[in-house]
């Protein structure tokens, strides 16, 4: 006979304060987990191999076969597996409407040396001190659809485990493998990788539809406010600039990094 679910009703039950807990920085650092929401991208994350520490469910969408498939299979991958009414589903995600179901995974930590090696040339996306955490979810996303081999966070970056950035991702989390590291140890991996580096950048002399993506190559893209400093655009192979004309001054960062990845990925045929 199927065991049932545990229901747990308290907003003061221990579980239910750990997950919201994660919506901070410190408490996703020391615990080591992050959440994310909803069915299909909570499915990708066990598919993909990630290691689920908490599976919750709305308790009334507990019998659809398709969440009681997916509560197997977090189970069977270890999880502690869990029913909860929405009040409480929408306490944990901070969200009105809350998803039907919400996992804890554990977070993943990779230096640029253990980046998966890609099948084809590779191109990488690097992002200097990138601070907003939509940006980075959207960025990612944008990543995974153009096939990028990685995403190096270089700096301080916003945490890419933040509800925020998670919930932008859109699943890509879980798919695009991402490394953060100072920008000399970068750059040592980079030249040892024998990669060009590109940078999008306001001093750029080659339009960002000029430059050469077609051998190995990394785009680098710099903080919202400040972009690069001098010392990092004078480490980098060309300076591209995207064209605009109007009364903006600049593009979003994650619209300028869609721009320059979707270039690149054209130069190889979209292949």
């Known amino acids: ?40 991208i909570v499915s990708e994350g066990l598919a993909r191999g990630w290691q689920p520490e908490t599976v919750i469910i709305a308790a009334d969408m507990a019998e659809r076969p398709q969440i009681s ?9 270890g999880a502690r597996v869990v029913m909860a009414p929405e009040r409480l589903m929408t306490k944990i995600t901070q969200k009105d409407n809350a998803q039907s179901v919400v996992a804890a995974f554990r977070q993943r930590h990779l230096g640029v040396e253990s980046l998966p090696k890609p099948a084809g040339t590779p191109l990488y996306i690097a992002l200097y001190e990138v601070r907003d955490p939509g940006n980075l979810g959207t960025i990612l996303r944008t990543a995974d659809c153009a096939g990028v081999s990685g995403v190096i966070l270089i700096g301080t970056c916003c945490d890419p485990y933040s509800f925020e950035a998670v919930r932008a991702s859109m699943g890509s989390v879980f798919d695009v493998p991402f490394a953060h590291t100072d920008f000399d140890a970068f750059n040592t991996w980079r030249k040892g990788e024998g990669m060009s580096l590109t940078a999008a950048s306001v001093n750029g002399t080659v339009r960002h539809d000029g430059a050469d993506f077609t051998g190995g190559s990394i785009i680098l893209m710099g903080n919202e406010q400040a972009g690069l400093p001098d010392w990092v655009e004078a480490a980098c192979d060309t300076l591209s600039l995207i064209p605009m004309r109007g009364g903006a001054d ?14 690149a990925w054209r130069q190889r045929g979209y292949a």
């Open 1 to 40: 006979m199927k065991q049932p679910l545990e229901l747990i009703t308290s907003p003061s039950n221990p579980l239910i304060k750990a997950l919201k807990s994660l919506e901070r920085k410190k408490e996703r650092a020391e615990t080591g987990l992050f959440l994310a929401e909803g069915a299909r």
């Open 250 to 263: 600049s593009l979003n960062l994650a619209q300028a990094s869609a721009l320059m990845i979707y270039e």
């Open 69 to 77: 498939d997916l509560a197997r299979a977090a189970a069977k991958a």
